[in-house]
T-cell receptor, first 113, second 111 residues
Framework: DGGITQSPKYLFRKEGQNVTLSCEQN?????MYWYRQDPGQGLRLIYY???????QKGDIAEGYSVSREKKESFPLTVTSAQKNPTAFYLC????????????FGPGTRLTVL | RKEVEQDPGPFNVPEGATVAFNCTYS??????FFWYRQDCRKEPKLLMS???SGNEDGRFTAQLNRASQYISLLIRDSKLSDSATYLC????????????FGKGTKLSVIP
């Protein structure tokens, strides 16, 4: 089955620790995205990548880092510089040449203790 | 004015009812429009794209009014399984391509 996977589903970390969230897609999509969702809030864009080895900051990139070494993978690192990291993190992908829709992974719920 | 605005609800409707949601957007350069559905603690899933001519998918009808910059979603014959949060999403290309999400409208369909 084609799709987007994120792991882990739930993640607990101590304050001050860096943590990396995994996102993998086998849809052969060029573009990948990371969003953050807080309770009662809309999705906010953290980083996006339109092509391998290239990525751009979104609206709330501070305290986060990404890499795009492979087309199918777009990991997100939440660093200790992120002031309020507890949130629901969603990865998405799209193929801009075939429409503007984005398709989401199941998300990772990060809790920083 | 927020870029994408929706009434957060909740809309509590009985089974079989017809319910409509509206969404307004501020950027007239917006090019593509979507409705996503999000169940509690799950990822958003694409419900339907919204076209200028309006489009229908079974019990769901989406409309776009570019002049007034609003999008609507109509659900007929509501089912219990329609209970979810409906996200209005607007897309534009400005060098790169980005989606802007509304905060969502919560729908509860009651037996």
């Amino acid at each position: 089955d084609g799709g987007i996977t994120q792991s882990p589903k739930y993640l607990f970390r101590k304050e001050g620790q860096n943590v990396t969230l995994s996102c993998e897609q086998n849809l052969n999509h060029d573009a990948m995205y990371w969003y953050r969702q807080d309770p009662g809030q809309g999705l906010r864009l953290i980083y996006y990548s339109q092509i391998v080895n290239d990525f751009q900051k979104g609206d709330i990139a501070e305290g986060y880092s990404v890499s795009r070494e492979k087309k199918e993978s777009f990991p997100l690192t939440v660093t200790s510089a992120q002031k309020n990291p507890t949130a629901f993190y969603l990865c998405a992908s799209s193929n801009p040449g075939q429409g503007d829709e984005q398709f989401f992974g199941p998300g990772t719920r990060l809790t920083v203790l | 004015r927020k870029e994408v605005e929706q009434d957060p609800g909740p809309f509590n409707v009985p089974e079989g009812a017809t319910v409509a949601f509206n969404c307004t957007y501020s950027n007239s350069a917006s090019q593509s429009f979507f409705w996503y559905r999000q169940d509690c603690r799950k990822e958003p899933k694409l419900l339907m794209s919204v076209y200028s001519s309006g489009n229908e998918d079974g019990r769901f009808t989406a409309q776009l009014n570019r002049a007034s910059q609003y999008i609507s979603l109509l659900i007929r014959d509501s089912k219990l399984s329609d209970s979810a949060t409906y996200l209005c999403v607007v897309a534009r290309r400005a060098g790169s391509y980005q989606l802007t999400f509304g905060k969502g409208t919560k729908l509860s369909v009651i037996p």
